[in-house]
């Protein structure tokens, strides 16, 4: 306890050093469906105002987690850590549309409290970090008369399948090509490769297995944070071309659909298609109910790396979910459901009808906080979960609760039949007095995460107090 109480008093002492990160949330998205793009440079007209005009940005983010599991192996076990860090960017003006980036990224424990032990999700299992998370250069041909745009480089990159996942300290980034087109309004085009991976420090959390491969990360062992990988290298063990992107976006006020095809050379490909549609109740016009629904197709490809490495030679499987919900005033709710196709007795291997993720991908209606289980075979996942904004009531607040449960069975990869579940909260409060900070207080308390064999199931009780500033 006196041990929590130095921690928290630290975490208050550098509460002005932080930085804003959404992670793996549980806010409900609603009506406006498009991704917020980057602005873009400020355009000048000579090479030597690109440096001039530039801009400096950046976060600075405090983070504590403090995790005491329960039940299992890990009974007594007591993990925390609190780390400061964030990133530094600077980007040029654009220059005949044009222009530069670059961006670092650092994470760093305080060393002199005295943990119990160590949690391995703030920094590299920990060790401090910095890394290079972008370096591109941007091609803008609007003075061309096309909303096209190009990214190419070192860069943050977010597609449903490959993501930044921003739930630690530092995110994924990416060694990308990327290029999008806007030209036909509410219509998004892009194409783009990726060929390597710096994983955040979230990663240091799996070790590998089934679990990780369908959370978000490797099937091999922890990649380690700091440093990039090719993408087949860190998934496979043998080096690949990477993977390749093709996705179509359409929002309209009360409509939207995506397609998104990722195609990782020789080892699978996955599909994944969302529709949703939103409107204003014919009783009140004041209520918006909302239905989404999301498709995953995947499939084995060229040398079937992935299938082999897992021990078969495919992977054939098939996830489905929907969400339905409404928003009224500053409250939303909604229920979700998802499942997976099952293995059978006589399945080479777990990975057969599971949604491999190892990019940091991760759009499931289902997901919890930490509990990803909704992609492994055999998986029926449930979801409820409610937010109340209080900024109508001139309370820049906002809080989240959900409960979700996922019933997976003998063949799902742990050769135990069981029902996993996890409640959670998410505050999130913005001080008036301080511009751009925002205080958030997170909780997870996840039961039978892990079970070997029936009743000796894991779990445990996870806070987090997060400082985050961008300037």
């Not at 690109?50 to 600075?60: I, R, V, Y």
């Not at 036909?184 to 590998?208: R, T």
């Amino acid at each position: 306890m006196k041990k929590t109480i130095l921690s928290l008093a630290a975490l208050v002492a550098v509460t002005s050093l932080s930085a804003d990160t959404d992670g793996v949330n549980t806010k409900l998205k609603h009506g406006k469906h498009a991704k917020k793009e980057t602005p873009q440079a400020k355009s000048v007209d000579d090479l030597s105002s690109m440096f001039t005009e530039g801009k400096t940005s950046g976060q600075f983010r405090t983070f504590y987690v403090d995790r005491q599991y329960q039940g299992g192996s890990g009974s007594t076990t007591h993990r925390n850590d609190l780390a400061v860090g964030g990133h530094l960017k600077f980007e040029t003006a654009a220059f005949a549309g044009l222009s530069l980036a670059s961006s670092f990224y650092t994470s760093n424990s305080i060393k002199w409290l005295a943990y119990d032990v160590q949690d391995p999700s703030l920094t590299n299992n920990g060790e401090n970090y910095s890394v290079l998370g972008e370096a591109y250069v941007n091609i803008n041909l609007a003075s061309y008369g096309t909303k096209t745009n190009a990214k190419l480089g070192y860069q943050r990159y977010d597609t449903p399948m490959m993501g930044s996942d921003d739930a630690r300290m530092t995110p994924n980034t990416f060694s990308a090509y990327k290029l999008t087109n806007t030209d036909v309004d509410g219509l998004k085009f892009q194409l783009a490769h990726i060929d390597a991976i710096a994983y955040g420090s979230f990663s240091n959390i799996y070790s590998g297995g089934i679990l990780g491969a369908t959370s978000g990360y490797p099937a091999l062992a922890k990649p380690g944070s700091g440093k990039y990988h090719n993408l087949g290298q860190i998934t496979v063990g043998k080096d690949t071309a990477g993977v390749t992107n093709a996705q179509l976006t359409y929002t309209a006020k009360h409509f939207h659909v995506k397609v998104s095809n990722d195609y990782a050379w020789d080892m699978y490909n996955t599909l994944y298609a969302e529709l949703g549609t939103s409107w204003d109740c014919l009783l009140n016009s004041n209520i918006h109910p909302f239905v989404k629904a999301q498709v995953i197709k995947q499939n084995s490809v060229g040398d079937k790396l992935m299938g082999n490495i897992a021990g078969t030679g495919k992977i054939d499987s098939l996830y489905w979910g929907a969400k339905v919900g409404a928003k009224y005033a500053g409250f939303a709710a909604y229920v979700a459901y998802s499942q997976t196709g099952a293995n059978d007795a006589n399945s080479d291997s777990s990975y057969e009808n599971a949604i491999v993720s190892q990019f940091g991908g991760m759009p499931a209606y289902t997901q919890g906080m930490v509990t990803r289980h909704q992609f492994l075979a055999g998986t029926k996942a449930t979801k409820y979960a409610a937010v109340y904004n209080f900024k109508s009531l001139g309370v820049n607040l906002s809080t989240a609760a959900y409960y979700a449960t996922f019933d997976m069975d003998a063949n799902s990869g742990y050769g135990v039949e069981r029902t996993a579940s996890e409640p959670g909260f998410d505050i999130k409060y913005y001080l008036a007095s301080v511009k751009k900070l925002q205080l958030r207080f997170r909780g997870n308390f996840p039961r039978k995460f892990v079970e070997g064999t029936a009743g000796s199931d894991t779990g445990w009780d996870e806070y987090r107090l997060i400082a985050n500033y961008n300037f």
